[in-house]
């Protein structure tokens, strides 16, 4: 990862902590009843599926960033980006596993990464239904918050990756 200067981690730390909380909320509140699906590949063979719920979960997520950090660029996977001159992208993936989202698996998620000057700095995996998420404070510290509680993650530095399952 390049050495550029990012400052300010906890600000975007909480925003992030703060909006997995929201995020949950708001999907038991507005998302979690019927739902519309379309294909996404009109023109094209294959099915890759969106449903009423990636787009207003996009939408959701779109209005926190953009008040919270009115300058900052954001690409979403439903609606785009339109190009600006921030150093600060946020990219958004509403809902990470359309087609469990689809079929009621509950492992889908919503995720969003804060990249600085192109390099990923922040991240948040929320899933709303397990009623979890997982936060990177930065390139050396993780979090899962399960059941209200916070627990550090760590990498096992003694298995080898080929022998990872």
Do not use: C
């Amino acid at each position: 990862m390049a050495n550029t200067k990012f400052k300010n981690y906890r600000i975007f730390y909480n925003f992030l902590n703060s909006l997995a909380k929201d995020l949950t909320k708001f999907y038991y509140r507005k998302l979690n009843k019927p739902f519309k699906v379309s294909n996404k590949l009109k023109e094209k063979k294959g099915y890759d599926p969106v449903t009423t719920s990636d787009k207003a979960f996009e939408k959701f997520i779109r209005s926190r960033i953009k008040k919270r950090f009115p300058k900052h660029q954001v690409i979403g996977e439903e609606f785009g980006h339109k190009k600006t001159k921030s150093d600060f992208s946020w990219i958004i993936d509403p809902i990470d596993g359309t087609r469990s989202y689809v079929i009621g698996n509950p492992t889908w998620s919503n995720l969003i990464s804060l990249n600085y000057k192109g390099y990923p700095k922040l991240g948040l995996a929320n899933f709303p239904q397990l009623n979890k998420f997982y936060l990177n404070y930065n390139d050396k510290r993780a979090y899962v918050f399960e059941k209200g509680k916070k627990r550090k993650l760590t990498v096992n530095k003694k298995v080898s990756f080929s022998d990872a399952k």
